[in-house]
């Protein structure tokens, strides 16, 4: 009886630091929520709760619970020391999620061919996620001197349905997205100063995009279970190729960095999959 209790006390605890990191990546420039779903091992089976929630509201309740948690004390605490931790130690912030994405990369692979085996044609479908996020990465740079200014209540919710989106889509960054339209400094003001309205405008829209794309994102990995995953890989590398910082400084504290993004992402990848392997 104390062991299992034991193991689901770090279950819970493994899902929760999960969620932080889910929230972080979803805040951090350059960072997908969804890809560090992912490298979590929870992807799949945040999007088969939330999109099958009545069918078992306990269970997914439970499962969906100690994420949340984690969430908001992940988006939280990145926006409370986001500016100082990116003006002092960008590139070491940074090379820490490109371990957690590298980290990510075996169970990317595993879980796309867990059902067939790897054919040759799921690469035309990791080469399309390349594809799509190259172009978001150049249509960034195009409207790079947007400059964050005021936000509405009714840009907030747009903003709160972007931030969905990119949780819900692996490998789609919503800071970059928000900072395209100039709303992203005045989100994390908002966030920061707790501005309530514009937060109740933020997760409104976040639930409205959630519930209108969660089922078809759920069809879709269900239907095409291995060309999606290979999308969603080609996203993730992409994605680490994009946002690597150029240049040598500090090149050895920044590997280390790496390095810790990698170990950690693979022992929470493989401490979940086991408690998963445990429930079934």
Same mark, same amino acid.
């Given at each position: 009886?104390?062991?299992?209790?034991?193991?689901?006390?770090?279950?819970?605890?493994?899902?929760?630091?999960? $969620?932080?990191?889910? $929230?972080?990546?979803?805040?951090?420039?350059?960072?997908?929520?969804?890809?560090?779903?992912?490298?979590?091992?929870?992807?799949?089976?945040?999007?088969?709760?939330?999109?099958?929630?009545?069918?078992?509201?306990?269970?997914?309740?439970?499962?969906?619970?100690?994420?949340?948690?984690?969430?908001?004390?992940?988006?939280?605490?990145?926006?409370?020391?986001?500016?100082?931790?990116?003006?002092?130690?960008?590139?070491?912030? &940074?090379?820490?999620?490109?371990?957690?994405?590298?980290?990510?990369?075996?169970?990317?692979?595993?879980? %796309?061919?867990?059902?067939?085996?790897?054919?040759?044609?799921?690469?035309?479908? $990791?080469?399309?996620?390349?594809?799509?996020?190259?172009?978001?990465?150049?249509?960034?740079?195009?409207? %790079?001197?947007?400059?964050?200014?005021?936000?509405?209540?009714?840009?907030?919710?747009?903003?709160?349905?972007?931030?969905?989106?990119?949780?819900?889509?692996?490998?789609?960054?919503?800071?970059?997205?928000?900072?395209?339209?100039?709303?992203?400094?005045?989100?994390?003001?908002?966030?920061?100063?707790?501005?309530?309205?514009?937060?109740?405008?933020?997760?409104?829209?976040?639930?409205?995009?959630?519930?209108?794309? &969660?089922?078809?994102?759920?069809?879709?990995?269900?239907?095409?279970?291995?060309?999606?995953?290979? %999308?969603?890989?080609?996203?993730? &590398?992409?994605?680490?190729?994009?946002?690597?910082?150029?240049?040598?400084?500090?090149?050895?504290?920044?590997?280390?960095?790496?390095?810790?993004?990698?170990? &950690?992402?693979?022992?929470?990848?493989?401490?979940?999959? $086991?408690?998963?392997?445990?429930?079934?």
């Amino acid at each position: 009886m104390e062991k299992t209790r034991s193991a689901a006390n770090a279950a819970l605890l493994k899902k929760i630091i999960a $969620g932080v990191l889910i $929230g972080m990546g979803a805040i951090l420039p350059g960072v997908s929520g969804g890809v560090m779903a992912v490298s979590m091992g929870l992807y799949e089976g945040m999007i088969q709760a939330v999109s099958n929630f009545f069918k078992k509201p306990k269970q997914n309740f439970l499962f969906l619970l100690p994420i949340g948690i984690g969430g908001v004390v992940g988006v939280l605490i990145t926006t409370g020391v986001l500016e100082w931790s990116l003006t002092h130690y960008e590139n070491q912030v &940074i090379f820490l999620f490109m371990g957690f994405v590298v980290g990510s990369i075996p169970s990317i692979v595993s879980e %796309a061919n867990s059902k067939g085996g790897f054919k040759a044609r799921y690469l035309w479908a $990791g080469l399309a996620g390349v594809a799509l996020l190259v172009l978001l990465w150049l249509g960034e740079n195009t409207l %790079a001197e947007n400059v964050d200014a005021g936000i509405t209540n009714l840009q907030a919710a747009l903003a709160g349905g972007i931030m969905s989106a990119g949780t819900i889509i692996p490998g789609i960054s919503t800071s970059f997205m928000l900072m395209y339209l100039g709303w992203y400094q005045p989100v994390v003001e908002a966030l920061n100063q707790m501005n309530i309205p514009l937060l109740l405008c933020l997760g409104g829209g976040f639930v409205v995009v959630s519930l209108l794309i &969660i089922k078809a994102v759920n069809w879709l990995f269900e239907r095409f279970h291995g060309y999606a995953y290979y %999308a969603v890989l080609g996203f993730t &590398i992409t994605s680490m190729v994009l946002i690597c910082p150029k240049g040598s400084e500090g090149l050895l504290v920044n590997l280390a960095m790496m390095a810790a993004g990698v170990v &950690i992402s693979l022992l929470l990848s493989k401490g979940l999959s $086991g408690h998963k392997e445990s429930e079934d």
